[in-house]
């Protein structure tokens, strides 16, 4: 796997000119029937969720490697080196500023009572308020995505000044090697989700400060990013691949969690990547509360505005109606979930 992923990374610059697997420009007809992507070790993603409940309709998943950034995981879809890819929506926004031929088409991750990711300190911190921020070290898994955007929305929303959130250092840290880092004190805040917040929790000496749930409330944080090109020459693949992957994240909210947890242990162990699956026994959503994963706007334009006061794209610089599609997802839009 290592070489393969070295040799991935090698040829990404070389990839990108020829980013998109299908001979047809669109036709309408399948033109390739195996996607290449990136997993994540010991989960489950919803593409590999539909695979395995026969969502995709003969398509096939070509895992070449696992990452942990998403801001990485577009980049390697947007060179070619894999044909699809997710990430934080303020991460595929400032793709596309820097004018990658991206198109986001499915919402895949985000936050809601069950999943969502909180900011932690130990039970006896000082830190009380966001001002006690000032100063102080947040440890997050990568910048400029999820976590720091949700921490300047909470500095901002409690009346910091640029200038005075600036003085927050944000330190990257493994996600595994949070807790560890918090309880330490080599960080005084950690950003913990999932199994790690959970088993944070079960262990004790840590309480929230707040959370992205807490600030936005259900929202669809992540989607699934294919190139322009790979679309118009794939449309029947794109239309199956989006539409499977929306019933899998219905399929997966509407079904008994013991059922999905059962089904996603049962993939894990299928697919023999030496991997534990025990991190799925604490699995609750994947946080996606728009029926089949469908894209609304502001959930793009929200992150463009963010990266327009950080200075890192300009105003204008990105076409949010541009950046999304909900075309390929046949799955009906209705309200509720």
Not at 110 to 123: Q, R
Not at 149 to 176: F, H, N
């Amino acid at each position: 796997m290592t070489s393969r992923r070295t040799f991935l990374v090698l040829s990404g610059l070389s990839a990108l000119a020829a980013a998109g697997c299908g001979t047809a420009s669109g036709s309408g007809i399948r033109n390739t029937t195996t996607l290449r992507y990136q997993g994540s070790a010991g989960a489950v993603t919803p593409p590999e969720l539909a695979a395995a409940l026969g969502f995709l309709d003969g398509l096939k998943l070509d895992w070449v490697g696992n990452t942990i950034s998403g801001p990485q995981d577009i980049q390697s879809a947007a060179s070619g080196q894999t044909d699809f890819g997710g990430a934080f929506n303020g991460a595929v926004v400032k793709l596309a500023a820097r004018k990658a031929p991206i198109k986001a088409v499915v919402s895949y991750y985000g936050s809601d009572k069950y999943a969502y990711s909180g900011f932690y300190v130990t039970e006896k911190s000082a830190i009380r308020s966001p001002r006690d921020l000032i100063g102080k070290k947040v440890g997050m898994n990568t910048l400029g995505a999820h976590h720091e955007a949700m921490l300047d929305i909470y500095l901002k929303k409690s009346g910091l000044s640029r200038a005075e959130a600036e003085q927050v250092e944000r330190i990257v840290i493994p996600p595994v090697n949070t807790e560890q880092s918090l309880r330490q004190r080599q960080i005084d805040v950690a950003v913990l989700g999932g199994i790690l917040r959970d088993k944070a929790l079960a262990t004790g000496g840590v309480r929230k400060l707040f959370s992205d749930f807490d600030l936005r409330g259900p929202f669809s944080a992540g989607t699934l990013v294919l190139t322009e090109r790979f679309i118009k020459q794939n449309p029947e693949t794109v239309r199956t691949f989006v539409t499977g992957v929306g019933r899998a994240l219905d399929w997966s909210r509407t079904t008994p969690r013991a059922e999905v947890v059962a089904r996603m242990t049962e993939i894990v162990a299928k697919r023999k990547r030496n991997e534990s699956p025990d991190a799925l026994a604490f699995w609750r959503s994947y946080g996606v509360s728009a029926p089949g994963g469908r894209i609304a706007e502001q959930e793009l334009s929200v992150w463009a505005d963010w990266l327009t006061e950080r200075g890192d794209i300009t105003s204008g610089q990105v076409s949010v109606p541009d950046l999304f599609t909900n075309e390929f997802n046949t799955n009906r839009a209705k309200e509720g979930s």
